[in-house]
């Protein structure tokens, strides 16, 4: 069984800047999700796909878009980049969006930082 | 939405000693309760969960208590190890959203 893979696992942009990360879920995993980690905090919730469409969809501006592939695979793709960007992004995928499917299976991550 | 707070943000122990660490949400909707461990530099993994229609659960030396009353769950970790060490984060979700909200993270170190 395949694990959650990112990549990158390190970017460095600059301000104004747009950034593309990419995900593949784990194997037999329909549903992807994107999170922001900033330092010393526990992840916060960007978006969810579901079979290629948005699930859903946290506190954050329309300058962070996403998509979702039909290998499931997804991008988290932030345009205008600020300094608040800065952060770990991490993927996670599940089994569906119901109960005990929605169990998250996390990436290691992709570590942005915008100068 | 949820609101997930978590406490202590750092908890320092030695080999043997007992942690717990403890977590309070604010939508009584919430009946999914899941904890992650995040080692320095690795990806948060699912140690436990338990779901609402449960006051308790236990896996070899960790446990979580749900108390659905007081809106609050905690974690138990028994016979604590070195490698217990990381950031230990609680989330909640409600039946409808399904999407977890995650705490700020407990930071445990147990020296050896």
Redesign the interface.
């Known amino acids: 069984e395949t694990g959650v893979t990112q990549s990158p696992t390190h970017l460095i942009k600059t301000r104004g800047q747009q950034v593309t990360l990419r995900c593949s879920s784990q194997s037999g995993h329909n549903t992807v999700s994107w999170y922001q980690q900033a330092l010393g905090q526990g992840p916060q919730f960007i978006f969810q796909y579901y079979r290629e469409e948005e699930n859903g969809r946290g506190n954050f501006p329309p300058r962070f878009s996403g998509l979702q592939f039909p290998n499931y695979s997804s991008e988290l793709n932030v345009n205008a980049l600020e300094l608040d960007d800065s952060a770990l992004y991490l993927c996670a995928s599940s089994l569906g969006t119901g109960g005990a499917k929605n169990i998250q299976y996390f990436g290691a991550g992709t570590r942005l930082s915008v100068l | 939405g949820e609101n997930?707070e978590?406490h202590p943000s750092t908890l320092s122990v030695q080999e043997g000693d007992s942690a717990v660490i403890k977590c309070t949400y604010s939508d009584s909707a919430s009946n999914?309760f899941?904890w992650?461990k995040q080692e320095l530099g690795?990806?948060?993994?699912?140690i436990i969960?338990i779901r609402s229609n449960v006051g308790e659960k236990k896996d070899q030396r960790i446990a979580v208590t749900l108390n659905k009353t007081a809106k609050h769950f905690s974690l138990h970790i028994t016979e604590t190890q070195p490698e217990d060490s990381a950031v230990y984060?609680c989330?909640a979700?409600s039946?409808g959203?399904?999407?977890?909200?995650?705490?700020?993270?407990t930071s445990l170190i147990v020296h050896p």
């Open positions: 997930v978590q999914y899941p992650y690795k990806r948060p993994q699912l969960d984060f989330a979700s039946k959203s399904y999407i977890p909200t995650f705490g700020r993270g």
